[in-house]
């Protein structure tokens, strides 16, 4: 397995804008199965930080186009 997470999980965090605050930062990091996670860093307030809206409509707009998913390994 390798340390750098893969091209299209990279490019879904370049893509990822939260529709309601101004989340540009994510925290990147690679779990103890070896998947790589990103949480988006919300601002106070915002409705998917609270947990009012949820993040998958902004989610699926960042998916890269025709990018697979896959466990590496």
């Known amino acids: ?16 804008n939260c529709g309601h ?3 540009d930062t994510m925290e990147i990091y690679k ?8 949480n988006p860093v919300h601002e106070d307030g915002c409705p998917v930080k609270t947990g009012a809206v949820s993040s998958v409509p902004d ?4 998916l890269p186009p025709g990018a697979r998913w896959r466990r590496d390994g």
Request: with cysteine.
């Open 1 to 16: 397995m390798t340390d750098q997470p893969p091209a299209e999980f990279l490019e879904f965090i370049r893509n990822y």
């Open 21 to 23: 605050c101004n989340a």
């Open 31 to 38: 779990d103890d199965a070896g998947l790589w996670h990103g």
């Open 59 to 62: 989610s699926v707009r960042a």
